[in-house]
Nanobody, 121 residues
Framework: QLQASGGGLVQAGDSLRLSCAAS????????VGWFRQAPGKEREFVGA??????YYDDSVKGRFTISKDNAKNTVNLQMNSLKPEDTGLYYC??????????????????WGQGTQVTVSS
């Protein structure tokens, strides 16, 4: 199982660092994705790390960075220059999606419970 943490209430322009931890095993063989879901909307892709490469949605490119901490067995999402539209429940997922399907939540097998990020204007 996965556990996401680090969310909170911040102002526009602030930064947050989310962390995804695995209770069992390691992330070494998985693609780990970050997704977010706003009320009334579908879960949407934020970014992912697959092997040593990272992928991002255009809406967060240049502001968000995904990194792996192998010593702590975590995958982190550093979010800078936050905007009100970044508000949502952020989830991490782990699986083995094909590269062409890396944005699809259905391709991730394991999920955490989510952590809330609220950005005020």
């Amino acid at each position: 199982q996965l556990q996401a943490s680090g969310g909170g209430l911040v102002q526009a322009g602030d930064s947050l660092r989310l962390s995804c931890a695995a209770s069992e095993g390691t992330f070494s063989s998985y693609t780990v994705g970050w997704f977010r879901q706003a009320p009334g909307k579908e879960r949407e892709f934020v970014g992912a790390v697959r092997s040593s490469r990272t992928y991002y949605d255009d809406s967060v490119k240049g502001r968000f960075t995904i990194s792996k901490d192998n010593a702590k067995n975590t995958v982190n999402l550093q979010m800078n220059s936050l905007k009100p539209e970044d508000t949502g429940l952020y989830y991490c997922g782990a699986g083995w999606p094909m590269l062409s399907e890396i944005r699809s939540p259905s391709q991730y097998r394991h999920w955490g419970q989510g952590t809330q990020v609220t950005v005020s204007s």
